[in-house]
């Protein structure tokens, strides 16, 4: 059975999947990859599993229902089940670079129980971000740490690992938020688990094919999930690593 195990929610991403995977494929060989479709009307689901025929290491999940938490919540459990040690979710459009998943799977397999690929330590290399993005995301994260407590500088990152070990202490049914909101719940209820989070540099590329599903609303979800968080006591402080 794989150690690793990548799972890649996919929703209308027939432009860029083939590659994303192949690259991903390269990077890390000895990893599983699974594709998670949610029904795609453009065809995404067809292609994953051509690229499953053709790729033992390639599996495929078709869901019926639609959403980024569940997909990434229900890829998770499929890894656990398998008995994955350490599950990797990353984005479809490529625009997390896969050459810097060995070096977070490296901190990973350090004891890690979250890596997160962060675009904003020292050392990233965050390309053709649009300007009202970059401000967004900064500033969005600056308030989360300021409302949580937390030192991570990029906490709506969607790569990431996570070692399956902490993920089995939290009930993922219990988090309700998604989008951006779901990976800072991700943060938080690792941490409040005793968990230890540290962030690698990564490559970043904004999406150039296909279209986005990320939307300004996610964006006030977020900043309203925060606020409510941030209030209510709610804090990110990870275990500090050994
Ligand atoms: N299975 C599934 N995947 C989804 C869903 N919504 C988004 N995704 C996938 O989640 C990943 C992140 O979505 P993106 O649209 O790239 O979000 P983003 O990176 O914030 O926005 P972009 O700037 O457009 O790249 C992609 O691989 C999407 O295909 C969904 O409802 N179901
Ligand atoms: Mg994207």
């Known amino acids: 059975?794989?150690?690793?195990?990548?799972?890649?929610?996919?929703?209308?991403?027939?432009?860029?999947?083939?590659?994303?995977?192949?690259?991903?494929?390269?990077?890390?060989?000895h990893a599983e990859l699974l594709i998670v479709d949610d029904g795609s009307p453009d065809g995404t689901g067809e292609l994953a599993d051509r690229l499953a025929r053709a790729d033992a290491g390639t599996l495929v999940i078709h869901r019926a229902e639609r959403g980024y938490r569940s997909a990434v919540i229900e890829g998770m459990r499929f890894a656990m089940a398998r008995g994955a040690t350490r599950v990797v979710v990353t984005d479809a459009d490529g625009s997390y670079d896969a050459d810097s998943l060995p070096a977070l799977l490296e901190a990973s397999a350090s004891g890690v129980?979250?890596?997160?690929?962060?675009?904003?330590?020292?050392?990233?290399?965050?390309?053709?971000?649009p300007p009202r993005r970059t401000v967004s995301a900064r500033l969005g994260n600056a308030y989360a740490r300021a409302m949580?407590?937390?030192?991570?500088?990029?906490?709506?990152?969607?790569?990431r690992v996570y070692r399956t070990r902490i993920l089995e202490q939290i009930d993922l049914?219990?988090?309700?938020?998604?989008?951006?909101?779901?990976?800072?719940?991700m943060a938080v209820r690792i941490a409040q688990a005793g968990g230890t989070i540290a962030e690698v540099p990564i490559g970043f590329v904004e999406r150039a094919v296909g279209a986005s599903k990320m939307k300004?609303?996610?964006?006030?979800?977020?900043?309203?999930?925060?606020?409510?968080?941030g209030l209510r006591g709610v804090r990110a402080v990870p275990r500090a690593p050994r």
């Open 1 to 29: 059975m794989p150690d690793v195990m990548i799972v890649v929610p996919t929703y209308d991403e027939i432009e860029g999947l083939e590659r994303t995977v192949g690259r991903l494929r390269q990077s890390v060989p």
């Open 216 to 229: 300004v609303a996610q964006e006030l979800d977020t900043l309203a999930a925060v606020t409510r968080w």
């Open 148 to 159: 949580l407590g937390t030192q991570v500088h990029d906490l709506t990152s969607s790569l």
């Open 173 to 185: 049914d219990a988090i309700r938020v998604d989008a951006y909101a779901f990976q800072i719940a």
């Open 113 to 129: 129980d979250l890596v997160i690929g962060s675009r904003f330590v020292e050392g990233s290399d965050v390309r053709n971000m």
